[in-house]
């Protein structure tokens, strides 16, 4: 079955301290990963996947087929990063969906 | 150009009643998803839509239900509502239901129904 797991609800860190936002996941075949960010009164947004291999606003995650994961990392964290963070997983369609979403990661991050 | 719009963005029902919400997708955007979000179970998918025929549909009863029109722009309905329906609910757009562009979804601010 696919499934996205976040493991963390709430992830609570200082400004300037680093963090990971862990997120596994089950596949049959080659996944494609991204990860979504909700910000306070915003709109949900895609925040990066990882066929782009890119750096936004500093997060970086590299999907890992042995392991599973697709954590999501940033050296510096800003206050300006606390969010809701899902990690999503394409799926084959069916009664999930084409976007598999994980229940969401809360990263607090304090002065 | 103007993105996701989500009509009415607050509703208060009773329970028993029914509700219909609207989704306008951005411009050129044929693929229509919804979305229940809820604290406890985060986001959980509806139905998609492609070119008005419904794509997937997930796992939740029949009260809820969908269409979409010939302009992309996607309707849900859920009747006799119950206090559990009680959610924020989304709708996103793509491109089209498959390919590189398929899950690069974009959200509207979303529709938040309170049932008393």
């Known amino acids: 079955a696919q499934r996205v797991t976040q493991p963390e609800k709430l992830l609570s860190v200082f400004k300037g301290a680093p963090?990971?936002?862990?997120?596994?996941?089950?596949?049959?075949?080659?996944?494609?990963?991204?990860?979504?960010?909700?910000?306070?009164?915003?709109?949900?947004?895609?925040?990066?996947?990882?066929?782009?291999?890119?750096?936004?606003?500093?997060?970086?995650?590299?999907?890992?087929?042995?392991?599973?994961?697709f954590h999501l990392k940033k050296p510096f964290a800003q206050e300006e990063d606390s969010a809701m963070y899902y990690c999503a997983l394409s799926g084959y369609g069916g009664s999930q969906g084409n976007l598999i979403f994980g229940k969401g990661t809360k990263l607090s991050v304090k002065p | 150009k103007a993105g996701v719009t989500q009509t009415p963005r607050y509703l208060i029902k009773t329970r028993g009643q029914?509700?219909?919400?609207?989704?306008?997708?951005?411009?050129?955007?044929?693929?229509?998803?919804?979305?229940?979000?809820?604290?406890?179970?985060?986001?959980?998918?509806?139905?998609?839509?492609?070119s008005e025929t419904q794509r997937n549909k997930g796992n939740f009863?029949?009260?809820?239900?969908?269409?979409?029109?010939?302009?992309?722009?996607?309707?849900m309905n859920v009747s006799t509502l119950e206090l559990g329906d009680s959610a924020l609910y989304l709708c996103a757009s793509s491109l089209t239901p498959t390919g590189l562009g398929a899950n690069v979804l974009t959200f509207g601010a979303g529709s938040r129904l309170t049932v008393l």
């Open chain 1, 19 to 69: 963090v990971e936002l862990k997120c596994n996941y089950s596949y049959s075949g080659s996944p494609e990963l991204f990860w979504y960010v909700q910000y306070s009164r915003q709109r949900l947004q895609l925040l990066l996947r990882h066929i782009s291999r890119e750096s936004i606003k500093g997060f970086t995650a590299d999907l890992n087929k042995g392991e599973t994961s």
């Open chain 2, 18 to 50: 029914q509700v219909t919400l609207s989704c306008s997708p951005i411009s050129g955007h044929r693929s229509v998803s919804w979305y229940q979000q809820t604290p406890g179970q985060g986001l959980q998918f509806l139905f998609e839509y492609f």
């Open chain 2, 61 to 75: 009863p029949g009260r809820f239900s969908g269409r979409q029109f010939s302009n992309s722009r996607s309707e």
